[in-house]
């Protein structure tokens, strides 16, 4: 019954995929004032399925320079992690429950870099390289800050299994009471994600591609669904922390699409940051505010329990 919840919910996850794509190039078009995809299909619906197929019988074409079998094997590696990732939806019934699916979350975004790393070194090009190194670094750094912010949430629930979430929120959600980790944790996803403002490791004025600029057809294919499954992870992790995580209600859902609209709204709006500014935000602005917030609660919690 597990695995065939979850296969279920894979699928589902890549359906959504693809019409997360469809919803950024159309709300990037309206942000633009122009249309979007509007060709394909009623309202451009099937525009995702045409981009897929076209991806996936594209020649794949690889560099004779290359480390060729971790070249080959890097987007996998990426699109399984990101799999793997989806373990942790909150069912309550006939799935495999994590009573430490804080620390497992914790573990795989740890992982993550280690895919883009090698994609960006057996490439054998400068400017995958730079990506590389750029995108290593930037969610190296954020994941400290993350760390800290999900340990904050994690003294109000007492425990690591996130259905806690959803049982502690019942009377008040967790936003209202740390209002400006909320911020610091939605600039964390963006830049964990490696999304517009934060997106140096794909930076087009100055990287080409970044660190995917040597993939084609299906590898290339593999790195995007793995980064856009990020991203719906992202919403669904925000809106379980802080939004409530009223599980089985059309409202959870519904929430996760106002978050992923937010990331892409960002990416309309806020221009690319300067390098040594993100890596600044992230060690003088989050890290201290999550560290004092950190502290706070933990006083909080020693003073009631005593």
Do not use: H
Not at 147 to 155: N, T, W
Not at 253 to 280: A, C, E, H, N, S
Not at 293 to 299: Q, V
């Amino acid at each position: 019954m597990f695995f065939i919840s979850y296969l279920v919910m894979i699928i589902c996850v890549l359906v959504s995929v693809a019409f997360v794509t469809l919803l950024e190039r159309k709300v990037l078009g309206y942000i633009q004032l122009r249309k979007g995809p509007n060709k394909v299909g009623i309202l451009g619906l099937l525009q995702p399925f045409s981009d897929g197929l076209k991806l996936f019988f594209k020649e794949q074409a690889y560099p004779y320079m290359s480390n060729f079998i971790i070249y080959y094997l890097c987007p996998v590696f990426m699109l399984i992690l990101s799999f793997t990732l989806w373990v942790l939806f909150p069912y309550l019934i006939n799935v495999y429950n994590f009573n430490l699916g804080v620390l497992f979350f914790l573990c795989c975004t740890g992982m993550g870099v280690y895919g883009v790393m090698l994609c960006g070194w057996s490439s054998n090009s400068k400017y995958s390289l730079l990506g590389a190194l750029r995108a290593m670094a930037q969610t190296i750094s954020y994941e400290v800050s993350m760390a800290m912010l999900i340990l904050c949430f994690v003294i109000f629930i007492f425990g690591y299994n996130f259905i806690n979430f959803m049982i502690y929120q019942k009377l008040i959600w967790f936003v209202f009471l740390s209002f400006p980790l909320f911020f610091c944790w939605l600039s964390s996803c963006l830049a964990e994600t490696n999304r517009a403002p934060f997106d140096f490791a794909e930076g087009e004025s100055e990287l080409v591609s970044g660190f995917n600029v040597e993939y084609s057809s299906g590898g290339f294919a593999f790195i995007f669904l793995s980064e856009y499954m990020n991203i719906i992870f992202m919403s669904l992790l925000t809106v379980i922390m802080f939004l409530g995580c009223d599980l089985y209600s059309f409202f959870f859902y519904l929430k996760i699409t106002v978050i992923i609209f937010w990331f892409i709204w960002v990416r309309g709006t806020l221009p690319r940051f300067r390098y040594d500014k993100l890596m600044y935000l992230t060690w003088k602005v989050f890290l201290p505010m999550s560290l004092n917030y950190f502290l706070l609660f933990s006083s909080f919690l020693c003073c009631l329990l005593l």
